[in-house]
C-alpha cells in the first residue's frame, strides 16, 4: 500500500512539474512571437510569394506543352517575350482540328494580363474560328472572313488564342502584343 502511495505522489509531482513547464513553454512562445511579431510576418510573406513564383513557374512550364509546337503548327510562329505574344502567319488547306496558337496557364504573368490581338482571318472554303479561351470558356473573334482588333484580359488559368477549323481553306495573320503599345 506503501508502495502506490509513494507511486502515486511521485506521478502528481511529475505532472504538476510537467503542466508548470508546459506553462513557461507557452508564456515564452507567446513572448517571443510578441517580440518578434513583424520579422515573423515577414517571413512567412517572402515564403508565400516565393511559393506563388513557384507555382507559377510549375504551372507556365506546364503550358509550353499546352500550346502547338511550332512543327506541328501549319503555319510560320514567332514568339514574344513569351507563349502569350508574338506573330504567326498561316495558309490553310483543308484543315481540320485546333491549333493552340499563343497562351498558357500561368497564376501571373510578368508582363501583365492587357493584352491584344490583331488578326485578318480570310476563309475560302470550309469553316474557321478564331477564339480566346478564357477557362473553359470559348469567346469567338472571327467566325468569318474578318480582320481587326481584339482587346482582352488573361487571367489565372488556361489562356489560349485557338483557331479551330472543318474543313478549312484561307489564311490567318495573327499578332498578339501588349495592350501598353510596347508592340512585343
Do not use: P
Not at 480582320?147 to 479551330?164: C, R, S, W
Amino acid at each position: 500500500m506503501m508502495q502506490k502511495l509513494i507511486s502515486a505522489a511521485v506521478s502528481v509531482l511529475l505532472l504538476a512539474n510537467l503542466a508548470g513547464c508546459s506553462t513557461d513553454l507557452g508564456t515564452g512562445l507567446i513572448r517571443e512571437y510578441e517580440e518578434n511579431k513583424e520579422g515573423i510576418h515577414q517571413e512567412l510573406s517572402e515564403l508565400w510569394e516565393g511559393l506563388l513564383e513557384e507555382v507559377n513557374d510549375w504551372s507556365e512550364s506546364l503550358a509550353t506543352h499546352s500550346i502547338t509546337k511550332d512543327q506541328d503548327l501549319i503555319g510560320n510562329r514567332k514568339r514574344g517575350t513569351d507563349n502569350y505574344v508574338g506573330a504567326y502567319e498561316a495558309s490553310y488547306t483543308q484543315f481540320d482540328g485546333e491549333e493552340y496558337i499563343f497562351g498558357g496557364t500561368s497564376l501571373k504573368r510578368k508582363d501583365g494580363g492587357d493584352l491584344y490581338a490583331t488578326y485578318s482571318l480570310t476563309i475560302q472554303s470550309g469553316e474557321a474560328t478564331l477564339y480566346w479561351m478564357e477557362g473553359d470558356n470559348k469567346i469567338v473573334i472571327a467566325e468569318a472572313s474578318d480582320e481587326g482588333v481584339y482587346e482582352f484580359t488573361i487571367h489565372a488559368g488556361k489562356n489560349f488564342i485557338v483557331l479551330e477549323g472543318e474543313t478549312f481553306t484561307g489564311t490567318l495573320n495573327l499578332k498578339i502584343s501588349q495592350n501598353n503599345s510596347k508592340g512585343d
